[in-house]
């Protein structure tokens, strides 16, 4: 297949080389004559182990060349990939002025060519970048169905991004409507298995991942300065903690939903802080770990009461499922949210015998909910008939029982992602989808 990769930087040139090693015919385009010239002489612009390799036999072996042209390079390829830069404006806001440019240059030439052709996006954009880019220059060669465009974001790693493309760590394809392309031309070009989601999608993961990586690098910063300030061995410290793949080093933990809550986790986070206030170490994560919990309590109790609905009901109670455990549950704080504004609140939760609530866990619903053993009913269906939106965080009770029991006119909040839900016959809203 012949290829024209738009921009000669770190992602393009490492892109070329691969792609060129696999066998595909690689035009280089770039608006910087350097560039283009070192490519022509199989050098890599950058430095990157094993890329000079690549690009030298690629180029002695007739695979790589490079043009400042663009419509040439379009006229002689059946895809083009466009890895150009997105920098910062002084704002702080991205700048898409190079990836337009180039989005310009193609579509042009297309339209004169009138040929068949594929566009990949690799460069990162913020999510709705690709469908503005192809709204704006691409919409009547798609609609003719002379073009197809995705976006695959590029997760290689400076220093070892030949290896990281030869086994990516994940690989994603965006689609316009987030179906599979037809062709598996695209699916197979950049390795793995591409998990594929609507442009959008795709566009959030690449920042998901690199918010994800800023936050881990902060956080293991964190620990570092508060284990310094105690004489204690911070690297140690994360790498034992990195040796928990369970809970700490996995899925667990990172799939939205409930805000967190229990006995545990306000508990420790807020003595960790005090703690460190009082040691006088700056820990900013630390420091707004819960108010960005309590942003996402406060946006749940408005999903609730943005239906304008005044019964509603809850299906499990306690901080998550098969515990009775009720010690800082999102749920009882968002029950008596809603009762103090005057909702008629009724709950099923199989786990909460309040007879067998014992210790600090029955002093907490004393406190913040005496009226529990009036709003807690037996029979799910109860709750079910009489609510008119229905706050389900547990799978207690069993689809079937919903899909007989519901009418059209309630409303279900799925708080933890129970995809069969979606399926009643009654209006659905996912706390975060
Ligand atoms: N560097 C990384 O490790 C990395 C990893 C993943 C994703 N990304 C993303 O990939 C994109 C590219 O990053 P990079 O580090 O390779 O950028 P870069 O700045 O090193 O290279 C961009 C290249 O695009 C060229 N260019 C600009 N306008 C052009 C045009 N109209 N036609 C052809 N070429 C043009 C520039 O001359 C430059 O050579 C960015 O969106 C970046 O965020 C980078």
Redesign the pocket.
Known sequence: MTISV????????VTSGCLSQIGHQIIG????EP?VRAFNEGRS??VEPELDDMLQSACREGRLRAT?D?AEAVAASSISII?????SLPSGSLDLG??T??TQ?IAAALRQQGKKHIVIF????LPGSTRKMVGEQFADLLQSGSLQVFYC??????GT?VADFREPSLAVVGTEYGNAPASDEVMSLFGGTPAVLRWEGAEMI?YSCNYFHALKVGFANEIGRLAKHLNEDALRVMDVVCQDTRLNISRYYMRPGTPFGGSCLPKDVSALRSFARQQGVNLPLLENTQATNDAHQQQFVQLIEKSGKRRIGFIGLAFKADTDDLRGSPLVAAAETLIGRGHTVSIYDPQINLSRLIGSNEQQIQTRMPHLAQLLKQDAKEVIEAAEVLVVSQKCVPVEVFRACVRADQIIIDVNGWAPLKSLPCRYEGLCW
Do not use: N, W
């Open positions: 738009f921009g000669l930087g770190y992602v393009g040139a385009v770039d608006v910087h560039k612009p950058i400042t663009a890895c150009v830069g997105t920098p190079y990836v440019h180039v240059q690799r460069s990162t954009m974001p590029e997760f290689l790693r400076e991004a690449k």
